[in-house]
């Protein structure tokens, strides 16, 4: 009886390999990759882009999911206007007239708030979950947040430490 059961048991060891059948166990079932970004940032800390500006170029470009990593803040509050400068100047950079040309070339106006005070443009950041909202696709592309926390003066070299 012992004879008749080790082919089968190896029969069954082979299939389940070679993933033509299904295991009851996760760790064997057939590894599905995906195309990610793990570490991005935006104007809401010291990207040079909009959010909606990456996350359009992050979908044209077949990512599956994008990570929003600014530094030491996670985009929630609703009322954070940048003004619009013409250039992007130093460190970190400002909102320029270039970045808002490619936040109108790939966001829905619908979806581009903006304001006048003294003859300068601001336009809105938008938060997080109306990131996940309007840009989400189910299935295929998937916001996820984060937050890149830096601590500078880190020991005797005086180093800045990043922790995602």
């Given at each position: ?21 299904a295991?009851?166990n996760?760790?064997q ?9 793990l ?5 809401w ?8 500006t ?40 400002l909102?320029?007239?270039d ?9 829905p106006a ?8 003294a003859?300068r443009?601001?336009?809105?950041l938008?938060?997080?979950d ?28 005086r180093?800045?430490v990043?922790?995602?």
């Amino acid at each position: 009886m012992l004879k008749t059961k080790i082919p089968a048991l190896f029969l069954m060891l082979f299939l389940t390999a070679s993933g033509l059948i299904a295991a009851d166990n996760p760790l064997q079932t057939p590894k599905v990759w995906k195309k990610g970004q793990l570490h991005v940032h935006t104007l809401w800390s010291d990207g040079r882009d909009f959010p909606e500006t990456m996350l359009a170029a992050y979908q044209k470009n077949a990512f599956d999911f994008v990570v929003i990593t600014d530094h030491d803040v996670v985009g929630s509050d609703k009322d954070v206007y940048l003004q619009i400068f013409s250039t992007s100047g130093g460190w970190p950079p400002l909102a320029s007239r270039d970045a808002f040309k490619r936040l109108q070339a790939s966001a829905p106006a619908e979806l581009i708030k903006t304001k006048r005070i003294a003859y300068r443009t601001f336009v809105r950041l938008s938060p997080y979950d109306e990131l996940q909202k309007n840009w989400e696709i189910p299935g295929r592309f998937l916001i996820l947040p984060g937050e890149e926390i830096t601590v500078f003066n880190v020991g005797k070299d005086r180093r800045q430490v990043h922790v995602n």
